[in-house]
Structures are given as structure tokens and as C-alpha cells.
């Protein structure tokens, strides 16, 4: 991570298209520094805020009853299985989910980091790349269970439950 942080990065151009761009080294090292800062950006807001009564979107609400109708069995405290969520099936399912905010949310496509259980810390084996649709379905679950509420108290001190 130490090594993409110190990578210069600029904005992603508003007419760049990821479908047609050559999957240049620089390209990719800018979509990086971009997933590695997001991460970033939210751990710091989870250590200052309580998850539990931070909104991550405008639509916070719609995403969460959205992610209950289409995911009835989504589990927030269980850790993702990765190969399910990525496997033909589930990418479908996430997919037809992630259309919905087309022209809804910004970067709903951009890909972001996500910690694959809500327990733990960013971590190269505690974390997968996926679209920021996901980020933002599971992370409001996360939230609305008060499952990254330990963040925010262990960076004020208070123990882990």
C-alpha cells in the first residue's frame, strides 16, 4: 500500500472511457491510487463518526431497502465469500443491482476497496476490489447494523466489544 500511496495521481478525465481505454500501466496505477485513497478517506471519516449514524450517500436509504429486496439473505456481520460474489450467478445478480444507479450515483462502477468482513482492518488478505455499487450496499448495511461502530471507539479509546 506504502508504495501506491507515493504514486502521483490525478482526476480520472471526465471523458475517459474504460471500455475503450488501452489497459496501460499508468492507467492502472492511477485507478489505484484512486481505490487506495477512497479507503483511505473512509477509514479516517469511520474513525471521527460512529458508522452507525453516518450516511455515505443521498440515497442511503433506497441502496439499503434495494439491498434487502434483492439480497434477501445478505448477512452484514458475515464475511463476504468472494468466489460467490464473483462467480457467474453472483455477478449477474450484483450487476442487474448496480444498473439501478446508473445516472443515480457518481462512479456507482468505479472500483473500491472493499474489507471483506466488517471485523477487521484493511488488509491485503481482508480485502477485495469491487464496484463502489457494492462498497456502498454492504458498507450501509455495515453502518445501519452498527457494525463499524468499533472503529470510532477504538480510535477514541473505548474497547472492542
Given at each position: 500500500?506504502?508504495?501506491?500511496?507515493?504514486?502521483?495521481?490525478?482526476?480520472?478525465?471526465?471523458?475517459?472511457?474504460?471500455?475503450?481505454?488501452?489497459?496501460?500501466?499508468?492507467?492502472?496505477?492511477?485507478?489505484?491510487?484512486?481505490?487506495?485513497?477512497?479507503?483511505?478517506?473512509?477509514?479516517?471519516?469511520?474513525?471521527?463518526?460512529?458508522?452507525?449514524?453516518?450516511?455515505?450517500?443521498?440515497?442511503?436509504?433506497?441502496?439499503?431497502?434495494?439491498?434487502?429486496?434483492?439480497?434477501?439473505?445478505?448477512?452484514?456481520?458475515?464475511?463476504?465469500?468472494?468466489?460467490?460474489?464473483?462467480?457467474?450467478?453472483?455477478?449477474?445478480?450484483?450487476?442487474?443491482?448496480?444498473?439501478?444507479?446508473?445516472?443515480?450515483?457518481?462512479?456507482?462502477?468505479f472500483g473500491t476497496m472493499l474489507r471483506t468482513s466488517p471485523k477487521v482492518e484493511y488488509e491485503q488478505d481482508t480485502t477485495i476490489?469491487?464496484?463502489?455499487?457494492?462498497?456502498?450496499?454492504?458498507?450501509?448495511?455495515?453502518?445501519?447494523?452498527?457494525?463499524?461502530?468499533?472503529?470510532?471507539?477504538?480510535?477514541?479509546?473505548?474497547?472492542?466489544?
Open positions: 500500500m506504502d508504495e501506491i500511496t507515493k504514486m502521483s495521481s490525478g482526476p480520472v478525465p471526465k471523458d475517459f472511457d474504460a471500455e475503450n481505454a488501452d489497459n496501460l500501466e499508468d492507467i492502472e496505477k492511477q485507478f489505484a491510487v484512486k481505490a487506495v485513497q477512497h479507503l483511505e478517506t473512509y477509514w479516517a471519516i469511520l474513525e471521527k463518526v460512529k458508522g452507525s449514524s453516518l450516511r455515505l450517500t443521498k440515497m442511503d436509504d433506497d441502496i439499503y431497502a434495494h439491498l434487502k429486496t434483492d439480497f434477501p439473505e445478505f448477512d452484514p456481520a458475515a464475511t463476504i465469500d468472494e468466489a460467490e460474489m464473483k462467480s457467474k450467478s453472483g455477478k449477474e445478480r450484483w450487476r442487474k443491482f448496480m444498473m439501478a444507479y446508473d445516472k443515480k450515483v457518481d462512479d456507482y462502477n476490489f469491487v464496484p463502489r455499487m457494492q462498497f456502498y450496499a454492504v458498507e450501509i448495511a455495515r453502518n445501519r447494523a452498527g457494525l463499524n461502530d468499533w472503529i470510532y471507539e477504538k480510535a477514541h479509546g473505548a474497547s472492542k466489544p
